[in-house]
């Protein structure tokens, strides 16, 4: 029961959770694109500027024609930047990627499947001490899981399992010398 209650408060202490969702504020996030970077947004505004200017100016074909070039120039800059950073970015996804079955990660991008693996790195145990390491805590979860076996603690009826599962045992290991010889 201890530790089912330590998992359920560490579980809502990393991953955040909280069933009243009235008291919780939670960020609406568009999904985002793993090649973009804030040069490109920096680029992608500039260029929108250009052409800005460009459309509002129509009284000064002198002007009007230099805002064309330097929109067009900053166009082609930026679509030749987003082409670039697509190209890295897939270069690094397909380095990283397992090759055992590597479209595994592309269905799950595209069906929106992928998680954040989250790692509980403390637990606190009944003494109030916190584990300092993910083998501490590891360590903390397996004696919790798997106690000591004391036979002194066993009931009549464990110690005669225990006894027909030596017993067993014997019985296959003599069995197994005997086709040895």
């Given amino acids: 029961m201890k530790l089912q209650v330590a998992i359920r408060k560490a579980c809502k202490e990393t991953c955040g959770q ?11 996030k568009g999904k985002t694109v793993p090649c973009w ?6 680029m992608w505004k500039k260029t929108n500027v250009l052409r800005r200017k460009y459309h509002r100016t129509t009284s ?4 009007r024609e230099s805002r064309k070039n ?19 970015s897939w270069k690094e996804y397909c ?10 990660e592309v269905y799950k991008l595209a069906s929106n499947k992928t998680r954040r693996l989250t790692t509980i790195t403390t ?3 009944p003494d109030g001490i916190h584990t300092e390491s993910i083998e501490g805590t590891l360590k903390f979860i397996m004696d919790q ?10 009931t009549y009826y464990h110690k005669k399992l225990a006894s027909l ?4 045992y014997t019985c296959r290991m003599i069995e197994h010398l005997r086709e040895k010889r």
Avoid: F, H
């Fill in 18 to 28: 909280n069933r009243n969702k009235n008291t919780t504020k939670r960020k609406e």
């Fill in 37 to 42: 970077t804030n040069g490109l947004t920096i």
């Fill in 60 to 63: 000064n074909e002198a002007l």
């Fill in 70 to 88: 330097q929109y067009e120039k900053a166009k082609a800059e930026y679509q030749a930047a987003v082409i670039k950073e697509k190209t890295r």
């Fill in 95 to 104: 380095t990283t990627t397992s090759p055992i079955n590597q479209w595994n």
């Fill in 123 to 125: 637990l606190q145990k």
């Fill in 145 to 154: 899981l798997n106690p000591d076996d004391n036979s002194q603690d066993d």
């Fill in 165 to 168: 599962q030596n017993n067993r």
